[in-house]
């Protein structure tokens, strides 16, 4: 299995509060991905970052700021957490040999009560 | 329209059945086709790519018909250990390798 980690893997926050999840990864992959996951939508993309300090939006990026200051790891962080924000957030990565294969991690689950 | 189309399900059969399922996409210029198959509560993991020529993989067959724009998973001789959600996926080249995907389809193999 693809050395990714996320943390935490389950949270419960208030409305309004700022709330950051952190990716690592152990491969030294260039490519890390941010995705919510709900009912009916499927996965889709927050941002992504393409290198150190390297980021760009995806289709869901607003209320999303995301930063990566080393490689091995992704923050994602929503300013003030909305209801609408209450998801499964993957992380994911790519690169290596099978550059278009994205590896996931184990998932965190977010709710904003 | 949704970019990436799939019957969510779900299938039920019985072990030892043949199952297949389709995927269209919208976008003519999409380059990569991948199934990732996702259980209950856990994260996506990759089941296998698809290549024009198709693909095979011990019970799973993949097909890709770019004219139909149309994907196809087919998996023989079903196991319990196959109930899960078959996801359909779709990237462009350049842009990030930015995946599309499916809702997913929901496959439970039954006694």
């Known amino acids: 299995d693809a050395g990714i980690t996320q943390s935490p893997r389950h949270k419960v926050t208030e409305t309004g509060t700022p709330v950051t999840l952190r990716c690592h990864q152990t491969e030294n992959h260039r490519y890390m991905y941010w995705y919510r996951q709900d009912p009916g939508h499927g996965l889709r993309l927050i941002h992504y970052?393409?290198?150190?300090?390297?980021?760009d939006k995806g289709e869901v990026s607003d209320g999303y700021s995301v930063s990566r200051s080393k490689t091995e790891d992704f923050l994602l962080t929503l300013e003030s957490a909305t209801s609408s924000q209450t998801s499964v957030y993957f992380c994911?990565?790519?690169?290596?040999?099978?550059?278009?294969?994205?590896?996931f991690g184990p998932g965190t689950r977010l709710t904003v009560t | 329209r949704k970019e990436v189309e799939q019957d969510p399900g779900p299938f039920n059969v019985p072990e030892g059945a043949t199952v297949a399922f389709n995927c269209t996409y919208s976008n003519s210029a999409s380059q990569s086709f991948f199934w990732y198959r996702q259980d209950c509560r856990k994260e996506p993991k990759l089941l296998m790519s698809v290549y024009s020529s198709g693909n095979e993989d011990g019970r799973f067959t993949a097909q890709l018909n770019r004219a139909s724009q149309y994907i196809s998973l087919l998996i023989r001789d079903s196991k319990l250990s196959d109930s899960a959600t078959y996801l359909c996926v779709v990237t462009l080249t350049g842009g990030g390798n930015k995946l599309t995907f499916g809702t997913g389809t929901q496959l439970k193999v039954e006694l």
């Open positions: 970052s393409y290198g150190v300090k390297d980021t």
């Open positions: 994911a990565i790519t690169g290596g040999d099978k550059f278009y294969e994205q590896y």
